[in-house]
C-alpha cells in the first residue's frame, strides 16, 4: 500500500467509528442477506442506515 491508500483507510475508519459512535449503524445480517442476494432473480435494494440512541 501507498502513502495515499493508507492515508485514505486511515480516514475510512476515522469516518465510520464517527458514524457508529453517532448511532448510524447497519445491522450485519442485513448487509449479508443484501450481499447475498446479488445476481439473483430477487436481488434487493442495499440496506439503509439505522440509527440508534447513544449514550
Keep these: 500500500m501507498?502513502?495515499?491508500?493508507?492515508?485514505?483507510?486511515?480516514?475510512?475508519?476515522?469516518?465510520?467509528?464517527?458514524?457508529?459512535?453517532e448511532g448510524r449503524i447497519i445491522d450485519a445480517s442485513e448487509v449479508h442477506k443484501w450481499l447475498n442476494s446479488w445476481g439473483t432473480d430477487n436481488e434487493l435494494e442495499a440496506p439503509e442506515f439505522k440509527t440508534l440512541s447513544v449514550s
Excluded: G, V, W
Aim: negative net charge; without cysteine.
Design 2 to 21: 501507498d502513502e495515499l491508500e493508507i492515508q485514505n483507510k486511515s480516514q475510512q475508519t476515522l469516518d465510520a467509528l464517527d458514524s457508529a459512535s
